[in-house]
């Protein structure tokens, strides 16, 4: 299986800044990544797929980079209602696989 | 409006089944893939199983093969979980998502609840 490892677990940032999340597969996985939001008792949703393409109805300060092992999600200026929990996901192969999230915070 | 609906959930002893069931609507259900991601309580994301869009190939996580079964009535744009021999370990929020174009999940129900315990 693809293990997808998220870093920091928990990130404590002030409205305004910018911010960059890490996605790490443990093995090549092309671009076949994808970020979802899940604010606190809500449903995920999809922000980026496939490591760099805009979703309809997100906002462009979310946005995606990396290829093979390394990706980031980048939110340029937190705002509010960004503080939430963040996953990857791979596509790659079966089982599909999340990583652990990122939780997003207000410092 | 893409709208999936989930329902069937509770708690429910080990070794019992239970079925859930989605309800699609908003968008063409037999023209997608569906399929069924689960949230133990304070845990991250777990994909279970996948089917096609007409029901013709079915994927499903290890921990869960043998046991649950997912299928589709394209005529009622409903998507379902059998479970059976249910697990503690299969308690769980489970949201049912719509497969967007590729392996991603571009919709997703609201999720229901399923405890497993005596």
């Known amino acids: 299986d693809i293990v997808l490892t998220q870093s920091p677990a928990t990130l404590s940032v002030t409205p305004g800044e910018s911010v960059s999340l890490s996605c790490r597969a443990s093995q090549g996985i092309s671009t076949s990544i994808h970020w979802y939001q899940q604010k606190s008792n809500e449903s995920p949703r999809l922000l980026i797929k496939y490591a760099s393409q805009s979703i309809s109805g997100i906002p462009s300060r979310f946005s995606g980079s990396g290829s093979g092992t390394d990706f980031t999600l980048s939110i340029n200026r937190v705002e509010s209602e960004d503080f939430s929990v963040y996953y990857c996901?791979?596509?790659?192969?079966?089982?599909?696989?999340f990583g652990s999230g990122t939780k997003l915070e207000i410092k | 409006e893409v709208q999936l609906v989930e329902s069937g959930g509770g708690l429910v002893q080990p070794g019992r089944s239970l079925k859930l069931s989605c309800a699609a609507s908003g968008f063409t259900f037999s023209n997608y893939g569906m399929a069924w991601v689960r949230q133990a309580p304070t845990k991250g994301l777990e994909w279970v199983a996948t089917i096609s869009y007409d029901g013709s190939s079915t994927y499903y996580r290890d921990s869960v093969k043998g046991r649950f079964t997912i299928s589709r009535d394209n005529a009622k744009s409903t998507l379902y979980l059998q479970m059976d021999s249910l697990r503690s370990e299969d308690t769980a929020t489970y949201y049912c998502?719509?497969?967007?174009?590729?392996?991603?999940?571009?919709?997703w129900g609201q999720g229901v609840m399923v405890t497993v315990s005596s």
């Open positions: 998502a719509r497969r967007g174009a590729g392996y991603n999940f571009d919709y």
């Open positions: 996901q791979q596509s790659y192969s079966l089982p599909l696989t």
